[in-house]
């Protein structure tokens, strides 16, 4: 706050200026400084912006007393303005009568059509990716329809030989004034879609648009660690600028596929094994490829429970460069299975075996054996 320039400063009026004179200051700042005399230029936007907010404050008796009184504290939040702008769209948004005021119709700002560069649309990319693919990565080569420049006629939707005229509708401004009831605003013109050109005789590759939808294959490197619902951003692969305007972006929203044996928590691994009864009373070693060079070997302790959990640090899903370092855990999940049917062998051990522990089973005839018969 304390770093901001005075507003009087800044549109270099003395503190006596009258209403009219800070208007003509302003005017001639706005035009110094527009963007589209100006276009790329960081500074000239600052400036524009600034001039933008002196002005919204000193034209506004009200506002202007304030600032006399308590300076930018007098001004800011608080809905009194003076709180800066973001960004030189929200200048033309919130000035948009004083721009006409200023220029004329359409704010001396060729909005939604004319010449002006504008960036291409953004694309988006369904990709299914397997559950392996996702841990350790994958690159995957991919075929989007683009839209692109016609080459035929470079854009300009004319026919060859011929070019496009300035539309007689809104002169060129891609805009027409609307009147409805006391009040003019500014719409896209109907004739020209508020490009402010019109065709004569249209290309016959693309009718007329400019455009042409062309496949293009790209290739897409998915990181280790990807999970279903995160987005990958390809720098400039979406649509083709107009004219001269950086293209879009393409943005591919990944899905990864199920796995039946693994699902995945955060960035572990969760593993479901099946053990049989003896194994989880005896205790066992299991191999498990978790997608590393080799399989894991892991030692599952006698007496262990279904349900229970295991947990290995580190053998999990490598982390996302934003969400930290190294990998999540592997964790094993337990699951004991019982035989429906054990032959007559197993059978007559199983009896000797509860008869030992002490636990009465059900005989061959649905009958209970006499315990300790
Ligand atoms: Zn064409
Ligand atoms: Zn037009």
Same mark, same amino acid.
């Given at each position: 706050m304390t770093t901001k320039r005075n507003y009087y400063e800044i549109l270099q009026v #003395?503190? #006596?200026? #009258?209403a009219d004179e800070i208007k003509k200051a302003y005017r001639k700042l706005a035009v110094q400084y527009h963007p589209d005399r100006n276009p790329g230029d960081k500074v000239a936007e600052e400036k524009f912006k600034e001039a933008a907010e002196a002005y919204e404050v000193l034209s506004d008796p009200a506002k202007r007393q304030r600032f006399d009184q308590f300076g930018h504290a007098g001004v800011s939040g608080n809905g009194f /303005? /003076? +709180? /800066?702008? /973001?960004n030189v769209d929200d200048v033309f948004e919130h000035f948009g009568s004083i721009f006409e005021d200023l220029f004329g119709m359409g704010g001396g700002r060729k909005r939604g059509g004319g010449n002006r560069a504008r960036k291409g649309g953004d694309l988006r990319y369904d990709l299914k990716v397997s559950f392996k693919e996702s841990v350790l990565g994958t690159e995957k080569k991919i075929q989007i329809p683009r839209k692109t420049s016609c080459t035929s006629c470079e854009g300009s939707g004319? +026919?060859?030989g011929t070019k496009p005229v300035t539309c007689s509708t809104c002169r060129g401004q891609g805009q027409v004034a609307v009147q409805q009831g006391f009040f003019t605003y500014a719409s896209t013109c109907p004739d020209c879609n508020g490009s402010g050109k019109s065709i004569s005789t249209p290309c016959g590759d693309c009718k007329g648009t400019g455009f042409q939808t062309k496949s293009s294959n790209i290739n897409v490197k998915i990181p280790a660690g990807i999970d279903t619902g995160m987005r990958l951003r390809v720098s400039g692969e979406g649509e083709g600028g107009i004219n001269g305007g950086t293209p879009g972006d393409l943005y591919v929203f990944i899905e990864v596929e199920a796995s039946p044996q693994f699902k995945r928590e955060d960035f572990d691994l969760v593993y479901s094994l099946k053990i049989g009864v003896a194994q989880a009373i005896l205790g066992t070693d299991v191999s498990i490829d978790?997608?590393?060079?080799e399989p894991r070997q892991v030692e599952i302790p006698a007496g262990i429970q279904p349900g229970q959990r295991l947990v290995i640090q580190g053998a999990g899903i490598p982390k996302l460069e934003k969400y930290g370092r190294g990998k999540g855990d592997l964790i094993i999940e337990v699951n004991v299975e019982i035989p429906m049917k054990v032959n007559k062998e197993a059978e007559e051990h199983l009896r000797a075996f509860a008869q030992k522990v002490g636990q009465n089973v059900k005989n061959n005839n649905g009958f209970f054996d006499k315990i300790f018969g």
């Open positions: #003395s503190k #006596s200026a #009258s /303005g /003076g +709180a /800066g702008f /973001g004319a +026919a060859k978790c997608f590393e060079d």
